[in-house]
């Protein structure tokens, strides 16, 4: 019963990235009345939980930073690693810095990892590597985006010549891009939410079945998020998105999708947030728009160098002070 | 199909719009034709015929709007089919506008300008032609629909120059009244006026077809 009081504080952070990320899914179709509020947000929760039952399994077993291979994490480890995620992300909001669920999650992983194991027990070549692939992230969305601008775009020119089919294919291609997006970020994003409890035992050995069950019961967090609280960010945090024609955003969302499902392949959690906006900057360069602002660029870097930084130092801190080892 | 169905009905009543935009200006030029035969009685039924078909244009483009208020096309093209409708309807608006000035003020058309004015009202009746050609070709088939659109602006010319020919006629040759010839320029113009109005609407549709620049 304790166990499972400490894995509120990973589903909590489940319900944040469904609530906040269904929009970067399903703003355009939304805003472009291509779906309504209520089946787009029904649409996330159930692709959400699709990706995490299908193939969120796959991040949970190298979710962690051990060199060894030998460290064990603690159920209260686990707690105070979301728990530090999540007053990271509170903090860091209250400071006015942008932050991302997914790398503050981490950096709560690994701030835990140095206390227990210290800094030489730490795999730092994997964070490296993980830090790379945030990196690459957004730049490979920007390509993909506008490669998918081109070459899309090019066979659209070439066969559709009837208004009615070129509305009813971005209509269609909205909606299923923003499933597969969703399908994407919950296979991706769901190992931050019960990773750290999967890796503590919370579900029993380690093993496929129960890697599957701890994404399941992640996946359901994240859906729930969508469902109580993506209908209201659905338009505010998709605005950047919704400004966009249809296939610009089609297209946008559909570059999102494959780079977030291709590092859920190289077994990387990574920001889904960051992934559009890379997207979207790549579409943008094709238009001849600039819609990637200094904000939105700072927002990025604090995400891949400060939010892990912030909660490593809150987890070590929380942990210390609870005496937790 | 059921995805599309909205967007189907919006171009069935455009096509329906179109026809009755066709019966409108049809009736435009039968009006004016009879008045410069000097039937002038017979010029105000047909008039009045110009009145209702305007109406019921306007009916059709009121069903268009519903239709898209519902929803057809994304938000993207919808504020384009909007655009157009209404262009589209200003050709019935225009030509109910001449008719009606015509029966009402009632100017004396010198003989030596009733052919003019006639050739006039077929040039700028027969402008539609293309745009209807505009509305039954795929509007994407760019080298089809930008053709149509560039000889919807060549026939808006050829009316134009007529109506600066008639009114140079007008005002250097014939002698009658300032105040009539200030009439009868003014009827002049608002014929025109209704090539301008089909131009208008294939300028609109330019932009839609633009739009889709990828």
């Known amino acids: ?169 971005y209509k269609i291609g909205l909606i299923v891009c923003g499933c597969y997006g969703a399908y994407a970020m919950g296979a991706n994003n769901v190992v931050v939410t019960t990773g750290p409890f999967y890796q503590a035992g919370l579900f029993g050995s380690q093993n496929h079945a129960h890697a599957v069950l701890a994404a399941t019961l992640g996946g359901a967090a994240m859906a729930l998020g969508a469902l109580t609280y993506g209908k209201k960010v659905i338009m505010t945090v998709g605005k950047d998105i919704t400004a966009l024609d249809p296939f610009s955003a089609l297209i946008a969302v559909l570059s999102h999708s494959l780079i977030v499902h291709f590092f859920t392949q190289l077994h990387v959690p990574v920001s889904s947030s960051q992934a559009i906006v890379g997207a979207v900057a790549g579409v943008g360069f094709v238009r001849g728009m600039n819609m990637v602002n200094a904000r939105k660029l700072r927002a990025i870097f604090s995400a891949w160098f400060l939010s892990p930084v912030i909660a490593a130092l809150l987890a070590m801190g929380i942990a210390y002070i609870l005496g937790v080892r | ?67 898209l208020a519902e929803g057809a096309f994304l938000p993207f093209f919808r504020e384009d089919y909007i655009g157009i409708v209404e262009l589209v309807d200003k050709i019935a608006n225009r030509a109910k506008t001449v008719t009606q000035t015509m029966v009402i003020e009632g100017p004396k058309i010198p003989q030596e300008m009733r052919e003019d004015i006639r050739v006039l009202t077929h040039k700028a009746v027969i402008t539609l032609e293309p745009l209807l050609k505009l509305f039954d070709v795929p509007l994407l088939d760019k080298s089809k629909s930008l053709a149509l659109i560039q000889e919807i602006s060549t026939r808006e010319q050829v009316a134009d120059s007529i109506e600066f020919k008639i009114l140079k006629k007008l005002f250097k040759e014939i002698n009658i009244s300032l105040a009539e010839k200030i009439i009868i320029g003014n009827l002049v113009t608002i014929i025109a006026e209704v090539a301008d109005a089909i131009e208008n609407v294939g300028d609109r549709v330019q932009i839609l077809i633009s739009k889709q620049a990828i």
């Open chain 1, 1 to 169: 019963m304790i166990a499972l009081a400490k894995l509120l504080g990973g589903l909590f952070l489940g319900w944040g990235i469904g609530a906040n990320n269904a929009a970067n899914m399903f703003g355009t179709a939304v805003g472009t009345n291509s779906v309504k509020y209520k089946t787009a947000v029904i649409l996330v929760a159930v692709f959400v939980l699709v990706g995490s039952l299908v193939e969120g399994y796959k991040l949970y077993d190298s979710y962690n930073f051990d060199r060894s291979g030998e460290f064990k994490v603690t159920f209260s480890q686990a707690a105070v690693c979301t728990f530090a995620a999540g007053v990271s992300i509170v903090f860091q909001t209250y400071l006015g810095i942008p932050t991302s669920t997914t790398q503050n999650a981490i950096g709560g992983v690994m701030g835990i990892s140095i206390l227990s194991m210290g800094m030489s027990g730490i795999s730092w070549m994997k964070l490296l590597g993980w830090l790379f692939c945030w990196i690459i992230l957004p730049v490979a969305a920007g390509v993909l985006s506008f490669a998918g601008m081109k070459g899309i775009g090019f066979i659209i020119q070439r066969t559709i010549k009837r208004m009615v089919l070129l509305n009813l294919v």
């Open chain 2, 1 to 67: 199909m059921f995805w599309d169905k909205k967007e189907q009905q919006v171009k069935e009543f455009m096509k329906e719009h179109l026809v009755k935009i066709k019966e409108c200006l049809d009736l435009f030029e039968t009006t004016i034709g009879l008045y410069l035969d000097g039937k002038e009685e017979e010029a105000n039924v047909s008039s009045y015929n110009v009145h209702k078909k305007e109406h019921e244009a306007d009916e059709c483009r009121r069903k268009i709007l519903a239709k």
